[in-house]
């Protein structure tokens, strides 16, 4: 509560929704125009969701060990799950035909 | 989240320890639910990763109209989470009517994404898409394209209905405006992984 | 929080109901899960004797097993598939009905609040709503006994393609194997609750003085599996509706083409079965420590009071315990040495599986250290303690064989993998829990157990559950493969007394355990009145009265002034001094 009353006025809010809408309308002609790339399209990606954690959820303006308590661990365990590509681009070449 | 009155506050200094982030427990929960949450739509967009790599023939059906209305229903649901936060200021300045407006505008927001996204569900079922076939390839598009854009679909409308029912409780003044600000983080977080899906379910299978 | 106003303006529930079924209170909710732990305990105990008995006297009848499953016991005798039935739901409700409820669910949900002096949980309707959703779960899971075909014949792990393609798999692999999918599915929603519900306890219901270096063991134990539980079961979560989308709609997440199964070309493709193991495991790994590190804590918490010293660093336990919950993500494919994993990714896994015993040494060493020399005192509890070590240690060190992956290769599919995970998962979580349980039942239900009794228990049990586990490591070494109902080759024909002197050993440990059950009864209804603090231990929740009132401290907020274990301090006024005593400490030169 306390963060969120530290926010006066919507001011910011609005300019990130404007951005968070101009990078999804980015993504979408660049994918038309140059075919979607796996890692610009994620780069925009996370870059839109960190606009939407910081300045929609205000996780920025919470303690910072909130911060380091929830996104480390959080980004650690999906890193983690990254071990599970090798086998997959394996199938690949391993598949019958 | 489901408690009401929230009049006794236990914390006050000398009787309790001091809350670590200094937030009320049940957004400390809502945070939480929201990490497990992503590691859940995580673990599944590997899933879908994990399974296109290893299918040669990946189809990528997604034409213009299609992504067009991808993009509307990223507008809507990035508009709802503007709404939502409009709610939340007004809860926190007192407003009650106006909270309860906008509380509602974004659920009525989810409800046309709902909709847009199950008119899109409905055109692909038309045109052969199942979860085990359809007419362009590797049969794993559909299953992978379902689950997860259901998975997601599930969460908007859990949302829609608990921004109704917070809503309503709101206005009849059993809860604070914490509560709104609680929700609208989950608001948030679907939106957020929308903004995953859009990219690797759509973008990635667009038609080049 | 709320629950604090509800406790203002309402009066503790009256009718049976709201007092004992669908109760708020985190004491009734830890004793709901305790009952559903004890439950599924004895059943899978008693299905692991039947499985036992069945590998040695295959053709011996036993009357009554029809009555279970009239196909998959004809006359009493279990085909090879009902073994496998029975196997699968032995493993599904000892690793997560009773190592994860027992432990961390029971014992944490009834003492958590206390040892931090909390009137409750930070949402007592959470908690309920989560023991609830648990007890669906295992309903559920049960359910699967009742199906035509019975339970599912994949084992605990569900393997794909054989748990996903559906009957043709064999009996039980159609609707029984579907029930299993749901009711893991409604566990990991229930577990997401308790998770939630723990750490927010933890961190922000903390009487004033208990800082977070000033909670007991036990409670940081709780906490860190808590921490661990949150994003493990999230994996596991998708993983399960996928492998039910796999059965019911069709898809084929975990089934690669051109499967042959029942000499029927399954209509699946595009999946792995690699992907269902990897995600199971990622979580998979993650619950061994979610069912050992609350036993962990316990027993440093009953082993601290037994010794009258604390252990030769707070703060090194605690940080090996994170240490573990850390590491526990990184080693999930050592279970999947011998899946045709990458081997690359095999020696990516076998370096922090090794390292991770650096931790668990770490805190043996400390448990061992502080215990040399101190004057223990036997009482169950802590006989029990020191079972959990030896288990602990005797479980552990054939972990190191299995680490490595070319040692694996040989060991994984035999009964060694069986003796490991038993003793080091199975039997030492156990132990912390009797341990548990003959320590905080005094507080618990205001009665004390038969010391006796309990003694005769933990000897019986102790030497019986080497006497089961150890052989099987002779037997994994002799090339024994496991999950299969008779030794068909010849080179598994000389061990067969080996498999007759385990099985006489379940029966006879199996029937001592119904001593612990007689006594727990007993002790309910008869046993000596307990007092307040019978073990004069330090922490909060030895003083509040045994049992305690329904708000844990009669509406007033407790005052901590002191480190959980003041045990034998030298000038203070006796031999120990409680969390809550304003006593000073005399600073030791």
Redesign the interface.
């Known amino acids: 509560m306390n963060a969120a009353e530290k926010s006066n006025g919507m001011a910011a809010t609005y300019v990130v929704y404007v951005v968070i809408l101009a990078q999804a309308v980015f993504q979408v002609v660049f994918a038309f125009e140059m075919g979607p790339s796996l890692v610009l399209m994620m780069m925009i990606g996370v870059l839109q969701g960190s606009l939407a954690v910081l300045y929609f959820m205000h996780l920025g303006q919470e303690r910072p060990s909130l911060v380091l308590a929830l996104i480390p661990y959080t980004i650690f365990v999906l890193f983690m799950l990254n071990m599970i590509w090798s086998d997959s681009f394996r199938l690949l070449h391993m598949r019958p035909h | 989240?489901?408690?009401?009155?929230?009049?006794?506050d236990?914390?006050a200094p000398?009787?309790?320890?001091e809350?670590?982030?200094?937030?009320?427990?049940?957004?400390?929960?809502m945070?939480?639910?929201i990490?497990?949450?992503?590691?859940?739509?995580?673990?599944?967009l590997?899933?879908y990763?994990?399974?296109r790599?290893?299918?040669?023939d990946w189809p990528t059906p997604f034409e213009?109209p299609s992504?067009?209305n991808?993009?509307l229903m990223?507008?809507i649901l990035?508009?709802s989470?503007?709404t939502v936060?409009?709610a939340?200021?007004a809860a926190?300045d007192e407003d009650r009517a106006r909270a309860f407006r906008w509380t509602i505008l974004t659920a009525v927001l989810g409800v046309m994404f709902t909709a847009l996204h199950l008119r899109e569900w409905m055109d692909l079922i038309g045109k052969g898409v199942?979860?085990?076939q359809n007419p362009w390839g590797?049969?794993?598009f559909?299953?992978t394209f379902f689950?997860i854009t259901g998975?997601h679909m599930a969460h908007v409308i859990g949302g829609v209905i608990a921004l109704i029912a917070v809503g309503l409780i709101y206005k009849a003044g059993r809860y604070s405006?914490?509560h709104i600000?609680v929700l609208?983080?989950y608001w948030?977080?679907v939106?957020?992984v929308w903004?995953?899906v859009?990219?690797?379910v759509y973008?990635?299978n667009?038609k080049? | 929080m709320s629950q604090e106003a509800a406790i203002a303006h309402h009066g503790p529930p009256t009718s049976f109901l709201r007092k004992h079924v669908f109760s708020v209170d985190h004491k009734v909710i830890g004793k709901q899960y305790f009952a559903l732990a004890i439950v599924a305990v004895f059943i899978g105990m008693i299905l692991s004797w039947l499985m036992r008995f069945h590998l040695v006297w295959p053709n011996a009848a036993l009357p009554g097993l029809q009555w279970l499953s009239k196909v998959g016991a004809p006359a009493g005798v279990m085909t090879p598939e009902y073994y496998l039935s029975l196997l699968t739901m032995h493993g599904t409700l000892m690793v997560f009905f009773v190592l994860t409820n027992a432990p961390f669910a029971a014992f944490g949900n009834y003492f958590l609040p206390i040892q931090i002096g909390a009137e409750d949980m930070a949402f007592p309707r959470f908690n309920m709503m989560s023991f609830w959703t648990t007890f669906a779960a295992f309903v559920v899971l049960m359910a699967a006994f009742f199906v035509p075909d019975g339970p599912p014949i994949s084992g605990w792990t569900a393997y794909a393609p054989l748990s996903a393609v559906g009957s043709d798999a064999g009996p039980g692999q159609g609707l029984g194997q579907t029930l299993w999918g749901l009711s893991i599915a409604i566990f990991c929603i229930a577990s997401l609750l308790g998770s939630l519900n723990f750490i927010s306890t933890t961190l922000d219901l903390r009487a004033k003085g208990m800082t977070l270096m000033r909670m007991p063991v036990s409670t940081w134990a709780w906490f860190i599996t808590s921490c661990i539980a949150l994003l493990a079961f999230a994996v596991l979560l998708p993983a399960c509706l996928l492998l039910v989308l796999d059965r019911i709609a069709g898809t084929s997440f975990f089934i690669p083409a051109g499967l042959v199964i029942s000499d029927r070309l399954q209509p699946h493709s595009g999946g792995s079965p690699l992907l269902w193991q990897h995600l199971f495991w990622f979580f998979g790994h993650p619950e061994v420590y979610i069912a050992i590190l609350p036993a962990m804590g316990i027993v440093s918490h009953i082993l601290i009071n037994s010794m009258r010293r604390p252990l030769l660093s707070h703060k090194v336990v605690i940080g090996s315990m994170m240490a573990i919950g850390f590491l526990s993500y990184m080693v999930w494919g050592h279970h999947m040495f011998v899946s045709g994993m990458n081997p690359f990714s095999a020696l990516v896994f076998s370096f922090p599986t090794l390292v991770i015993t650096i931790p668990a040494t770490v805190l043996t060493l400390i448990w061992l250290g502080s215990l040399y020399g101190s004057r223990l005192q036997i009482t169950t509890a802590s006989l029990f303690s020191l079972g959990f070590i030896s288990m602990f240690v005797s479980g552990g060190v054939s972990g190191f064989f299995l680490a490595q992956p070319s040692i694996d290769i040989y060991l994984h599919a035999t009964y060694f993998v069986v003796g490991h995970f038993h003793l080091v998962m199975g039997v030492a979580a156990i132990f912390g829990i009797f341990a548990a349980t003959y320590f905080w039942f005094p507080k618990m239900s205001g009665r004390m157990m038969n010391e006796t009794l309990g003694k005769i228990h933990f000897w019986f049990t102790f030497v019986g559950a080497y006497c089961i586990f150890m052989p099987f490591h002779y037997l994994g070494l002799a090339g024994n493969v496991r999950r299969t109902s008779s030794f068909v080759y010849d080179y598994a024909q000389p061990l067969i007394p080996v498999h007759k002197f385990i099985t006489i050993a379940a029966l006879c440990t199996g029937a001592v355990q119904f001593i612990f059950l007689i006594n727990l009864l007993y002790s309910r209804f008869k046993g000596a009145p307990a007092p307040d603090n019978p073990w004069n231990a330090t922490s909060l929740e030895w003083t509040v009265p045994s049992p305690p009132p329904w708000n844990n401290f009669g509406g007033k907020h407790p005052v901590v002034y002191h480190d959980p274990y003041q045990y034998g301090v030298e000038g203070a006024s006796g031999d120990f001094i409680m969390q809550n005593s304003p006593e000073k400490v005399p600073v030791r030169s």
């Open positions: 989240m489901s408690q009401a009155n929230l009049a006794v236990p914390h000398g009787v309790m320890e809350r670590p982030f200094a937030i009320p427990s049940s957004k400390l929960v945070w939480l639910f990490i497990s949450d992503a590691v859940t739509f995580g673990a599944i590997f899933a990763g994990y399974v790599n290893a299918s040669p213009g992504i067009w991808t993009l990223t507008f990035v508009t989470s503007l936060l409009i939340v200021k926190q199942r979860t085990f590797a049969p794993m559909g299953a689950s998975l405006a914490k600000e609208s983080l948030h977080f939106d957020l903004m995953f859009v990219p690797l973008l990635m667009m080049r």
